[in-house]
C-alpha cells in the first residue's frame, strides 16, 4: 500500500531522514515509533506531501506520490491530529463532513455518512449539532477521527492523536481504534511516543533512530531476545521479557497434554502474561485450555 524507496529528507543543515527503505502492506496498523526528533512524523506526512522527499520516492497504492496533484492525493488519504484540527465555527456535522463536500456529494449522502460516522465512533447523534468547544476532549479526537473517515479512505494518517487526552480516554480510545481496524481493513500509519500504545495497537511496528529505520516487524518480534538492543530496550522498558508475553496467545504455548483435574482454566483469547498472573493467583504451574495446557516452564521460556 505504501512503499519507501532510498528516502531521505533534509531541512537547512538537518538530514531528518537519510536511507529510509521500508514497505507498509494493505490493510496493516504500522506504528512509528522512537525518541523526539527521529523523523516519525516527517516520514509519516511524506505520505500526503505535507512534507516533500529530497532523495528517494514514496508510492501510494503503486504510484509514485511525485506524480499526483497534492490536494486530490490528501482526500483520499484520512489524516488525523493530535489537536485534532476541528473547525470551530461549524458543527461537528459539519466537521464530519468536509471531505465529502469537497468531493462534491450532496447533502443527503454526507448527513446519511455524518450520521453512520458517529454511530461508528460510538457518538450521540445530538452531537452532530454541536460545535467542537462543547466537546469533551475525548468526544473532539472521536469527531476528528469521524471525520478522518468521512471519505471512506483506504489509508488513514494518525499523528499521535491520543497524546493530549487523560490516560482513562486514551485507553478508550485505543480501544476503539482496534476495532474500527478490525471492523474496516483500513491501513494505518500511527505516529506515537509511546512504545506501549505502539506494542498494544499495531501489527506492523517501526522503529527510527536519528532518521534511519532502526528496527521493522511485528511487535513480538521487536522484544525478544534476538531482537535489536535499541528497539528492545526502548518498546521492553525494564521488563521486555514481560512485554513480550503480553504480546503473545497462550497458544505459543500450549501443550497438547491435559492440565490435571481441578487446574485452573484460561480462556482461549488469553494472553501468556495472563498465564503468567493466573499462575501466580493460584500457586499453579499448569493450566487448563482448549486443546491442552499452558506450564509454568513454556512460559517462562517464552519471556526470557
Known sequence: MIQFEDVAVRFAEVDALSQVTLTVPDGVLCALVGPSGSGKSTLMRLVNRLVEPSAGR???RGQDVAGLEPARLRRSIGYVMQSTGLFPHRSVAANI???PRLLGWDRARIAARVEELLALVQLDPSLGE???GALSGGQAQRVG?????????????MDEPFGAVDPLTRRDLRAELRRIHAETGKTIVLVTHD???ALEL????????????EADGPPAALVAPDAAPF???LLGGAQPGLRRLSLLSVAEARDPTPAPPGAPVLP?????????SRMAETGRNVLAVEGGSIRLDAVLARGR
Not at 145 to 157: C, E, K, S, V, W
Not at 202 to 213: E, I, K, N, S
Not at 268 to 276: C, E, F, G, M, Y
Open 97 to 99: 463532513g468536509t471531505v
Open 58 to 60: 514514496i508510492r501510494v
Open 202 to 213: 499495531a501489527t506492523q511496528v517501526v522503529v527510527l533512530r536519528d532518521g534511519r529505520v
Open 231 to 233: 528497539a528492545r530496550e
Open 145 to 157: 477521527l469521524a471525520r478522518a473517515l468521512a471519505a471512506d479512505p483506504d489509508i488513514l494518517l
Open 268 to 276: 482461549a483469547d488469553a494472553t501468556l502474561a495472563d498465564a503468567l
Open 195 to 197: 512504545p506501549e500504545e
Open 130 to 132: 454541536r460545535l467542537p
